[in-house]
């Protein structure tokens, strides 16, 4: 197993080859390697391990790479694209499962070391390096229970006024609900700039918007939002593949949904920090609560009743926290009236995330938003204060410092319409 410090893949394609053949014969054809899977992992609810995982993930991108199609011990392991692609979006949707998630850190890794070695990292894509020497990422995985408004998107905005260097990661929403793509869009700021204006962005304005389905970077999101059009591992790959040089993308706040717990993410990335994949020094992974319901969850900081679980990665160390209203000063817990906007649409949405953004909704939602911000800036941070940092978000939020960013942000990488704040 290489290490990613001299820039080599963790494994070539000849080293899967040779993995999957040591685990029996009838490897010949795509039909086999998923059905293998199946049979003897998914179905067991049995966890891949890292090697399997890689496996995985360099099947979901072979049938969309024209340089891998072409690799003659893929087309022996996978067979035909077409068959391949079908095949690889019910794999990835039958790992997205909490039972084989729960303890499935190495296999989230593998599957994560693959796209970054040979999507991210293939020569047909643009890998990002600002000038910036530390970037943070805040994203989440989707599958909010609870409906909320564009919390990450807004908190992004904050922690860049703050003096962060933000590269947000996002996509698109679905027919029924807006997506931060959309939020970004609606702000007036173009959701697939130019590579060079993006890293200008992040380096002059201190935040620039990163598109998952932009296959400048990468190509594996199209097959979940133009092809197979279902929920599956891309929730969770999405956000952990941020295409900001590794070496730069050092502090993370991630938001998981009911399927992937916080501690499963935190492990995922000590092993790919340790692989020298990633290099995430603090890394926040949470997942919200409304009550003592485990399925009614929100990919944010929660401070409503049922509080924050989270998992904290710094600098090789996981501490398993429980976080509340007070951990942020606050000394009431929020209502989800405050936090859900009126319509469950996608203009319902985005219209009341521009009240928040305007400070024109109600205590609730505005502390919901310092907490999600305050939580970014404390990872960033001498000695971790969400307190502090809740203080600090509070005064760039009073003084509008964000709309000034959401501006300056316009004004970088402008989207043909303008809008008005």
Known sequence: MENKNNNKKIYSTSEVSGMLRGLGSGYHGSNNFPNFVLRDYLRLNKPLSFELGYSVGLFAIYPGNAALMQDKNLQNLFGKPELAKIQSNALLSSLYNRATMEHGHEQLAGIVASVIDYDIGGSQHVK??????????????????????????????IAAAHGMRMAKHGSPGNARQSGSSDMINALGIDNMPEPNKVERAIDNVGFAY????????????????EFARFAHMNDIIGPMTNPVDPSKLQIKLLGTNAIVSPITIALAYKKLNELGVTNIKRGLFVRGYLNGDTTITTDEVSIMRGGTEAALLDNG???????????????????????????????????????VINGNAPNGAINTLLANSAAI?????????????????????????????????????????????
Not at 210 to 225: C, G
Request: a negative charge; glycine letters at 6%.
């Open 128 to 157: 990002l390096s600002p000038l910036s020497e530390v970037v943070c990422d805040n994203c989440g995985t989707g599958g909010d229970r609870i409906g909320t408004f564009h919390i990450s998107t807004i908190a992004a905005f």
């Open 210 to 225: 990163i598109e998952a389905l932009d296959t400048r970077y990468k190509s594996i999101h199209v097959q979940t939002h």
């Open 317 to 355: 160390r996981i501490t398993k926290m429980h976080i509340n209203f007070s951990s942020f000063g606050f000394e009431h817990p929020v209502r989800v009236e405050d936090i859900r906007p009126r319509y469950n649409t996608k203009d319902g949405r985005i219209g009341y995330s521009l009240e």
């Open 377 to 421: 800036i404390a990872l960033n941070m001498e000695k971790i204060d969400f307190i502090e940092a809740t203080k600090m978000a509070e005064t760039v939020f009073k003084s509008g410092g964000h709309i000034d960013i959401i501006n300056s942000v316009k004004t970088a990488l402008p989207l043909r319409e303008e809008v008005v704040l």
